[in-house]
């Protein structure tokens, strides 16, 4: 199978980039589409989202002219306003997360009709994050939406970082999906951070993981120590990676979207700053032996299953200040 990673342009360093020249009307952008100010104009913030979708139509495009099975864009990857500290010019928005809720809603369900219908259209399975509404409260919503244009799988992130969680619900569940490519889930950004979020999805014996995230190095770490923890991730679990971001804005960001193998290799990486796809082609397989293993020894996988000892990890349940 082949797997894709879009490394693509978020919305708003297109609009940096064009207006690199006219500092005031980039600022002037961004009291507009700024959830945070009191100068938000939601008008406008959804005709910049309803633009930015036609850039993504390009790259479903691309990925359809290299005969691609799956396509996972970055996280946020629809996020037609953002929740940012006022900037200059403009005071609080004290409707902050009221406005957040109703535009969210609306690009939550524009967004998933789109991959639904671009989907259909180019028989390419596609994978986001966007955030979604549910109940009256925003998360961050990873989506796969399958050939023939519905929704095969929706999860929620778990793991939140202490300034997502200011706005954004946490989800429970570690939802998976049964597809002609193998069984998926999803790890979101921050969620890779935690190796029981992987050993959870490998419990339940899904295949290739989909990472849509924003960045993936700390800042204490060297450049290459965000896909040495994916490829250990892919590796230990035996699960294939697709690793999706924005093209850095700035030289100083560790970015770069991959497809990694079961084994941890890598199969395609795109680095740097530019947009493109990291195109690579997988092969998915549930037998796993050592070199030595004759042919009656049991999976590793299967084996490393029945060897877990949950009774002994009471400790991963308290809970650490």
């Known amino acids: ?29 961004f009291l507009k589409y700024n959830l945070g100010a009191s100068t938000y104009d939601e008008t406008y913030a959804r005709a910049y989202g309803e633009e930015y979708l036609a850039y993504l139509e390009q790259w479903v495009q691309k990925a359809a002219d290299r005969n691609v099975d799956l396509l996972l864009f970055p996280e946020f990857c629809f996020t037609p306003g953002v929740l940012a500290a006022p900037g200059k010019g403009a005071n609080p928005n004290p409707n902050a997360k009221a406005d957040a809720v109703r535009l969210y809603k609306w690009s939550g369900q524009l967004f998933t009709d789109w ?26 919503t990873g989506l796969l ?8 799988l929706r999860y929620e992130k778990i793991h939140l970082p202490y300034d997502e969680k200011v706005y954004v619900a946490t989800g429970n569940d570690y939802t998976v999906a049964d597809t002609r ?7 979101i950004c921050y969620d890779v951070v935690f190796p029981e979020h992987h050993s959870c999805l490998a419990a339940d014996k899904v295949q290739i993981v989909l990472h849509p995230s924003g960045g993936y190095t700390l800042p204490d770490e060297k450049p290459d120590m965000g896909q040495n923890r994916l490829r250990v991730r892919a590796s230990d679990h035996h ?21 990694l193998a079961q084994n941890g290799d890598v199969k395609a990486c ?29 999976d590793f996988q299967a084996l490393r299953r029945s060897l877990r000892r949950p009774q002994t990890y009471e400790p991963l349940l308290k809970k650490f200040k």
């Open 115 to 140: 991959l639904c219908k671009q989907a259909k259209a180019t028989r390419i399975m596609l994978a986001a994050s966007s955030y979604t509404v549910r109940r009256g409260r925003i998360y961050n």
């Open 239 to 259: 699960c294939a990676l697709v690793y999706a971001s924005f093209a850095p804005e700035n030289d100083w960001e560790p970015r770069e979207s991959c497809v």
């Open 1 to 29: 199978m082949i797997l894709a990673a879009a490394q693509i342009w978020s919305a708003k360093t297109r609009v940096a980039r064009r207006l690199q020249r006219y500092p005031e009307r980039r600022q002037q952008h």
């Open 145 to 152: 939406a399958d050939e023939q244009g519905e929704i095969a």
């Open 181 to 187: 490519l193998g069984r998926i889930g999803f790890s």
């Open 270 to 298: 795109i680095r740097g700053k530019k947009a493109g796809l990291a195109v690579g082609e997988v092969t998915i397989s549930d037998n796993r032996r050592w070199p030595a293993d004759t042919p009656d020894s049991p």
